[in-house]
């Protein structure tokens, strides 16, 4: 065999044998390509070397399998985790589509209706009542560890003074009671995205309002005012002067404005 | 969405990434041929995907953007060390297995690997190592898939060409000596 038959110059434009070599030939090329195989000396010399040559660079490769662990590397690895982590939390978070599950997720931070939202996300028919209820005391118990501080009605002045510690921003006592709601406890949670503040009001009527506060993440766009039905309840969520807001309310459009307009003047 | 999801999601993407920083130690290793810059490139890519976390698109495969990022870092390296000094940087001898009949070919064939252009030798490592498909590879180096198979091809013949040449040099000393005995 000569060296120009040896190296044919189409060989290296040969996708079906580099397929065959790299195992992605569909199985119904496999005995055409065989054949071919057994009657061209050339094509079968540089599938030989090409299958040989890998099995040699892939031997170099997995002889760094045997290394022990870095540490260093091993403590990027999980940083970088969490990062990933907190990008995936921030797409659903922030995106457009998925506005209504978004509004939903920070409203789980607030551990407000676990239970009902799940059904609701999730389906009635999507796995039996039992097992909703333990995915909501699941809940509830994980929300219990997050917590960090609470406080009641009388205690909101040391409330806004504790979370704008946490959080390194000034946080504003927020003031409905000229709307008829009065604040009755709130609590600050550790949560892996950083410190989350939440007010519970109640109106004369018995009518509840959620407001969650959390620092705005700087490399998050910011993103502007919406109101979004979930679960039969308005939730308007807006970020204003480095903190994300959201609220939640059984009320009307205008007056769920009106409540925002309040919570950050 | 459920908290067991979340739960689930959150132990896979941790035994992704650790696998997929496996993968990339085996890459690493080729490229520089030697374990502590190998590991000294995966750390400075870790580092780089830590920093760029926003860019990642969830739903996405991670795969492609990490050997992304570690082919950048790599060539970024490669730049910064031919700026120090205007001759090519010495490569070092490769770390290779334990297994005597295969030590010399093997460290013939990183050395013939790194004669290649780059956009040749990178296709070939990625596919040797099993760890993508012709696609996912393509997309890692930033390449349309034509131009990805084509460099593959020719890169391999490439391979073979100079191991050729190696093996008969090789027969031709053990010739020359029989000769001489």
Not at chain 1, 18 to 35: F, H, I, K, Q, S
Not at chain 2, 2 to 19: F, P
Not at chain 2, 79 to 106: M, Y
């Amino acid at each position: 065999m000569t060296d120009n038959k040896q190296f044919d110059p189409e060989l290296e434009a040969d996708t079906e044998l580099m397929a065959y070599v790299d195992g992605t030939l569909p199985p119904d090329r496999m005995n055409a390509v065989e054949a071919r195989l057994a009657a061209d000396p050339a094509a079968r010399a540089a599938t030989s070397a090409w299958r040989h040559h890998d099995n040699l660079i892939r031997q170099m490769g997995q002889s760094a399998d045997g290394q022990p662990v870095n540490l260093r590397t091993a403590a990027l690895e999980r940083e970088l985790v969490a990062k990933l982590r907190a990008r995936k939390r921030r797409a659903m978070m922030f995106s457009p589509v998925l506005g209504q599950v978004a509004a939903a997720v920070f409203l789980f931070a607030a551990g407000w209706g676990a239970h009902a939202m799940i059904t609701e996300m999730r389906g009635p028919a999507s796995y039996p009542q039992f097992v909703n209820a333990a995915i909501a005391e699941h809940t509830a118990y994980r929300q219990a560890n997050l917590l960090q501080a609470s406080f009641t009605s009388d205690e909101m002045d040391r409330a806004v003074e504790w979370m704008s510690e946490q959080m390194q921003r000034k946080i504003s006592s927020p003031k409905l009671e000229q709307y008829g709601y009065q604040v009755q406890s709130a609590r600050l949670l550790n949560t892996e995205e950083g410190p989350l503040g939440i007010f519970y009001f109640l109106d004369a009527e018995g009518q509840t309002i959620t407001l969650a506060v959390k620092p705005h993440d700087d490399s998050v766009p910011d993103y502007r005012f919406r109101i979004v039905d979930v679960n039969n309840e308005r939730l308007a969520y807006w970020n204003d002067e480095g903190l994300d807001y959201s609220l939640l309310a059984n009320v009307t459009t205008a007056m769920m404005t009106t409540l925002a307009a309040a919570v950050s003047p | 969405m459920s908290v067991n999801h979340n739960l689930r999601d959150a132990v896979s993407l941790t035994s992704e990434v650790t696998h997929h920083v496996a993968r990339l130690r085996r890459y690493a290793l080729v490229l520089t041929r030697d374990m502590t810059a190998a590991e000294d490139l995966v750390q400075e890519t870790l580092l780089k995907a830590i920093s760029k976390a926003d860019s990642w698109q969830p739903g996405t495969d991670l795969r492609p953007w990490l050997f992304r990022i570690m082919h950048n870092t790599f060539v970024s390296d490669l730049r910064r060390a031919k700026t120090r000094s205007d001759a090519a940087p010495d490569l070092p001898d490769p770390v290779v297995p334990d297994h005597q009949q295969t030590q010399l070919e093997l460290k013939q064939v990183l050395d013939a690997l790194h004669q290649l252009p780059e956009a040749q030798r990178k296709p070939i490592i990625l596919i040797a190592l099993r760890e993508m498909s012709y696609a996912e590879a393509a997309r890692a180096l930033d390449v349309p898939l034509g131009t990805f198979m084509s460099r593959l091809g020719r890169g391999r013949e490439a391979l073979r060409r100079i191991m050729s040449g190696v093996s008969k040099s090789k027969l031709a000393v053990l010739n020359n000596k029989e000769k001489s005995s």
